[in-house]
Structure formats: structure tokens, C-alpha cells
């Protein structure tokens, strides 16, 4: 596997872990689960795509093709992350309680007896806050720099 590559997936990974203590730093209850979340801070989806574009910059230079496609790749998830996944999170919240409104509603009328509830609620935490995508971003940026600079002993 190319360097480049172990770059990207050690942010991913590193970030997602980073997720725990930030969590607990919020809500004070250690919750490993988070790692395995989507959302939150920092997104990794942004250290993954800075990271890459980063090393690739260092590596190859910030005017190669290799560069400017990984950086316009960055530029696109960190988009979605913090504008359609976020948006799709904030709908989710809302079909939700819409269902607990219904559901308490079923009870109090018998006649909406074809009510029938959702085995499972809609994830809620799907995208990013910009400032989750922004700490994500510095963090891979970071890390690829580290990474680029350790390869070249």
C-alpha cells in the first residue's frame, strides 16, 4: 500500500478515535461507540481528503494534476459533509419526533389503528457542523504534512 494512501486511512482512523474524548469532553460519559459514528468532531471524512491532499501536494507539488484532483475530491466531500449529510441529520430529526407526535396521537384515537411504528428511528447524526469539517480539515492537513515529513528520512 502506498504512502499516500496509509495517510488518508490513519487520519480516518485516528479521527474517528479523536471522536471519543471530544464526545466525553461534551457530555462528560465515555462512549466508545462513537468511533463508529458518523458526525461529530472532527469529521474524518475532511482529514481523509486533506490529509491525501496534503501529502500529494508535498509529494508531487501543489501545481501537479495529482494535487488538484485530490484537492477538488476534498473540496466535494467536505461539501456533503457539511450541507446535504448535515441537512438529511436535521430532516431525520424531524420525521422522528413527527412519529413520536403521531404515535402519541394513535393512542388517544382508536381509529387511526393503521398507525404502525418504524422498527428503528432515522439516524439523526449523519453530517457535520462547519466547524466540525474545519477542525477535520487542519487535523488531516496536519497529518499529512507529519506523514510526508517522516517519509523523507
Known amino acids: ?15 474517528q478515535v479523536l471522536k471519543i474524548p471530544m464526545e466525553y469532553r461534551q457530555t462528560g460519559k465515555w462512549n466508545l461507540k462513537t468511533m463508529f459514528t458518523p458526525g461529530g468532531m472532527p469529521s474524518s471524512h475532511s482529514a481523509a481528503v486533506s490529509s491525501l491532499a496534503s501529502y500529494i501536494g508535498l509529494k508531487k507539488g501543489f501545481h501537479s494534476i495529482e494535487f488538484s484532483l485530490s484537492a477538488l475530491l476534498g473540496l466535494i466531500v467536505m461539501y456533503d459533509a457539511s450541507g446535504v449529510r448535515r441537512h438529511a441529520g436535521e ?56 506523514s510526508y515529513f517522516l517519509g523523507k528520512k
Open 1 to 15: 500500500m502506498n504512502r499516500a494512501l496509509q495517510t488518508s486511512l490513519f487520519s480516518v482512523l485516528s479521527a
Open 91 to 146: 430532516t431525520a430529526i424531524v420525521v422522528n419526533d413527527l412519529e413520536e407526535s403521531i404515535e402519541k396521537l394513535a393512542e388517544s384515537h382508536p381509529e387511526l389503528t393503521n398507525y404502525r411504528k418504524r422498527e428503528k428511528e432515522l439516524k439523526e447524526k449523519l453530517g457535520h457542523l462547519p466547524s466540525e469539517v474545519i477542525a477535520g480539515a487542519v487535523y488531516g492537513i496536519a497529518v499529512g504534512a507529519l
